[in-house]
């Protein structure tokens, strides 16, 4: 390798090293208001208390987000989008049909890896927030909407395939309802365990499409 070469090597390396570093960083902050919001409460999250939670200076923390509600809507987003992509690729995996989607669907609601107490405490102090907030309302309504024309969509083919007596939309928000119902129970702390709760979520899907679930998963057809 020449000289000039390696030396562009060394730079391009060092150029994706800074990146790391602040992306490793942005993600830290994030992390620690998650951890914040959730002990704390919203109104009681200060950029001191995110700072000392990811282990980084004050100056970090306004040099990557200028202010607390910079780094309020960036930890909503990231919550968002991480929702978001596990649902979507919990369908990619789950087959072609309506009932393994659906399926498919339910059970990611209640993964170990969105459903914990720290998330569910973080997105509860964003939805006290929400109404006066049109930012927050604005980061996650097109993903509520994709989220809830896809369950309409799988109960419109489900009612089709299966002769069931319901109106898809309406169906559609009774099931919304409750999954994020069993999530507010999670979050209040009642005894509801996350795998009370899916085993809740479980029997609701199987008495409304008996034909097409069990228990143990979807039925063959």
């Not at 609601?109 to 107490?117: A, E, P």
């Not at 009612?159 to 009774?174: C, Q, T, V």
């Not at 499409?209 to 979807?218: K, M, N, V």
């Amino acid at each position: 390798m020449r000289a000039d070469e390696a030396e562009q090597v060394a730079i391009d390396g060092e150029k994706r090293g800074r990146k790391a570093s602040r992306e490793t960083r942005r993600q830290q902050l994030i992390e620690a208001t998650i951890d914040s919001l959730a002990k704390r409460g919203y109104s009681d999250t200060t950029l001191a208390d995110v700072a000392v939670g990811a282990g980084l200076s004050r100056g970090i923390v306004n040099f990557h987000f200028e202010s607390k509600e910079n780094l309020l809507v960036a930890t909503l987003q990231f919550l968002s989008e991480e929702y978001s992509d596990h649902w979507q690729s919990a369908l990619d995996k789950a087959g072609p049909s309506a009932a393994s989607r659906l399926w498919a669907l339910v059970r990611a609601d209640f993964s170990r890896k969105i459903c914990t107490k720290r998330k569910i405490a973080a997105w509860g102090a964003f939805w006290g927030e929400a109404k006066s907030r049109p930012t927050y309302q604005a980061l996650c309504g097109a993903r509520d909407i994709r989220y809830r024309e896809t369950v309409i969509a799988l109960c419109t083919e489900l009612k089709a395939e299966g002769g069931y007596d319901y109106r898809p939309e309406p169906m559609a928000l009774s099931l919304c309802a409750m999954m994020e119902g069993l999530w507010l129970r999670l979050l209040m702390g009642d005894g509801t365990t996350r795998e009370t709760a899916l085993e809740a979520a479980v029997a609701f899907v199987v008495a409304v499409f008996p034909r097409h679930l069990s228990r143990q998963g979807p039925t063959p057809r």
